[in-house]
């Protein structure tokens, strides 16, 4: 199986930029599409973004587009996600989580088999 590490999370204001990483190891990362969620307090887990195991397809949710942007590096085992434009409301920990490519990509939490622990932003006012 494989197993993923976030970085990249801070304290950061409001219309500022951040880029979160998430490292994989153990399977081939290739094997795998890939997504980002994020946990509000109090709130449930929401999807944020996907991307196909060949970083060919990407799939966003409605209140992230245009501001993120989800990419891969295969040869280097490494997942990031680029946040732009950043709003208070985007303050959650940041997860990163992997379902095996034959899977399509999705926002359907369910379905992902392999999960981060998670990297916290914070956007303040």
């Known amino acids: 199986q494989v197993q993923l590490v976030e970085s990249g999370g801070g304290l950061v204001q409001a219309g500022g930029s951040l880029k979160l990483s998430c490292a994989a190891s153990?399977?081939?990362?290739?094997?795998?599409?890939m997504g980002w969620f994020r946990q509000a307090p109090g709130k449930e887990r929401a999807f944020v973004a996907a991307?196909?195991?060949?970083?060919?397809?990407?799939y966003y949710a409605d209140s992230v587009k245009g501001r993120f942007t989800i990419s891969r590096d295969n040869a280097g085992n490494t997942l990031y996600l680029q946040m732009k434009s950043l709003k208070p409301e985007d303050t959650a920990v940041y997860y990163c989580?992997?379902?095996?490519?034959?899977?399509?990509?999705?926002?359907?939490?369910?379905?992902?088999?392999?999960w981060g622990q998670g990297t916290q932003v914070t956007v303040s006012s």
């Open positions: 989580a992997a379902r095996r490519r034959t899977v399509a990509i999705g926002a359907d939490d369910g379905r992902y088999d392999h």
């Open positions: 991307i196909s195991w060949s970083g060919g397809s990407t």
């Open positions: 153990g399977r081939i990362f290739s094997s795998y599409n």
